[in-house]
């Protein structure tokens, strides 16, 4: 498999019952994908986003950023929608920092719209980005994530798709005005 923008991956039935579609980034969706990450940021929930408002311009950069990721097979980006509307968004991406040594390792990020969490969306968009990264991010192992202690939902969900907590940050991240742990976690790729 390999990019191809708007390409459908995977359709499922949320728990309420709707139809959700999972599938590549393509460029028609960036109004939706700017209404949508200033939404999550303005709503300040455990991302990295506090109020921060992102720019038409910023953000067809950053898509522009995604497709040329994609298509170097650096970075594999999924999106979930639910009657043709954005519900969330994940995303697994080698570490550009870690050059040749860590190549074999990627990071996943994840974010799903408030009206729909715990409807199944989260573990659906992960499962289905990584099995994709499996696939066409040359000889990956791993997959690490970052995510706020105080998350326990999130930290639920990276248990289901069998991450393990390899350690912590005592105090690393700001949230609401209190300083919290950051959990780092890990999973082995067969």
């Known amino acids: 498999m390999s990019f191809q923008p708007g390409k459908v991956l995977h359709t499922f039935t949320t728990k309420s019952g709707k139809t959700a579609t ?21 709503e300040d929930t455990y991302v990295r986003f506090s109020g921060e408002q992102i720019s038409l311009k910023d953000e067809a950069e950053y898509l522009a950023s995604i497709f040329v990721a994609m298509e170097l097979k650096q970075r594999v980006y999924v999106y979930c929608f639910i009657d043709e509307k954005l519900a969330g968004a994940c995303e697994v991406s080698q570490i550009p920092d870690l050059r040749a040594r860590g190549r074999h390792v990627a990071r996943l990020g994840i974010t799903v719209a408030k009206d729909w969490r715990g409807d199944g969306i989260g573990y659906q968009l992960a499962k289905i980005a990584i099995e994709t990264a499996t696939q066409e991010l040359s000889g990956l192992k791993m997959v690490v994530l970052e995510c706020f202690a105080s998350n326990t939902a999130a930290i639920n969900l990276y248990q289901k798709l069998g991450f393990i907590e390899k350690g912590r940050l005592p105090g690393y991240l700001k949230y609401r005005g209190e300083y919290v742990d950051e959990v780092q976690m890990v999973r082995t790729l067969d």
Not at 22 to 42: A, C, D, G, T
């Open 22 to 42: 999972l599938r590549f980034p393509f460029w028609e969706v960036l109004p939706q994908l700017l209404e949508y990450i200033n939404l999550i940021s303005v």
